[in-house]
């Protein structure tokens, strides 16, 4: 598989990574639930987030 975009593929694992180690340090944390968010809820949310982003832009560089 080529690299289109170098930059966009970096960033992009950054991003994944970034988001991974977010949300496994909110692991340690009380999650709760929508309703009665713990501590650990943003960061998890956020990891995630930034996970999905990274994920979509790692993609986007290897095929657009």
């Known amino acids: 598989m080529k690299i289109q975009s170098q930059k966009?593929?970096?960033s992009g694992l950054m991003f994944m990574g970034v988001?991974?180690?977010?949300a496994w340090g909110a692991s340690g944390y009380t999650i709760g639930n929508g309703a009665r968010m713990g501590p650990g809820y943003f960061p998890l949310v956020l990891g995630i987030l930034l996970a999905v982003l990274g994920s979509v832009i790692t993609f986007k560089s290897l095929v657009v």
């Open 19 to 22: 988001g991974v180690a977010f």
């Open 8 to 10: 966009d593929f970096f």
